[in-house]
């Protein structure tokens, strides 16, 4: 939390210069790119306790009620296998997202760790905090025998691509 409130204190330090520096009012600067759903995601949140995992369950929830799930499923009575919920942080820095499991391995989609960029770079940059953005041209088809998982990362659609934001627990046994 000290990070976050750290941007929010520096973005607030240095609104004066971006009102000077593009000549408009105050109302007319975005502190945040997101603002819009800043509102949306504030109803997220039931309790103030834990506000991130109140939002993750929340869009979880309304994920699996309002989206149809993936054709790809495992059999046997195991989840159903959704795109969202399918993305990893590999042990060699790449991600991973995983489009079909079989017996013999898992089919992928993987971004090398060199073609990710920083979601954004100020205060710092991105990724300091494990937050990578990654475009769509750069995802290479390819089977895996075996997916050497390091976490698990929450994936946003993000313009021609997906910010994704590595979670803080250790990752399911795969």
């Known amino acids: 939390m000290g990070i976050f409130l750290w941007c929010i204190i520096h973005s607030l330090l240095l609104l004066h210069e971006d009102v000077e520096h593009f000549g408009c009012s105050l109302n007319e600067v975005s502190a945040f790119k997101f603002e819009n759903n800043l509102q949306r995601i504030k109803h997220l949140v039931r309790?103030?306790?834990?506000?991130?995992?109140?939002?993750?369950?929340?869009?979880?929830?309304?994920?699996?009620?309002?989206?149809?799930?993936?054709?790809?499923?495992?059999?046997?009575?195991?989840?159903?296998?959704?795109?969202?919920?399918?993305?990893?942080?590999?042990?060699?820095?790449?991600i991973a997202c995983v489009t079909k499991r079989t017996g013999d391995g898992v089919a992928c989609k993987i971004v090398s760790e060199r073609q990710s960029e920083d979601f954004f770079v100020l205060p710092c940059e991105s990724r300091l905090l494990g937050i990578r953005f990654v475009r769509d041209k750069h995802m290479k088809n390819t089977f895996l025998t075996k997916l050497d998982v390091e976490r698990k990362v929450v994936c946003f659609p993000h313009c021609d691509g997906y910010v994704l934001f590595p979670l803080c627990h250790e990752s399911e046994k795969y």
């Open 47 to 94: 309790q103030g306790k834990h506000p991130l995992t109140q939002v993750c369950k929340r869009l979880n929830e309304s994920e699996q009620v309002n989206v149809e799930r993936c054709s790809v499923g495992r059999e046997h009575g195991r989840k159903t296998l959704r795109e969202s919920d399918s993305w990893y942080l590999l042990r060699s820095g790449d």
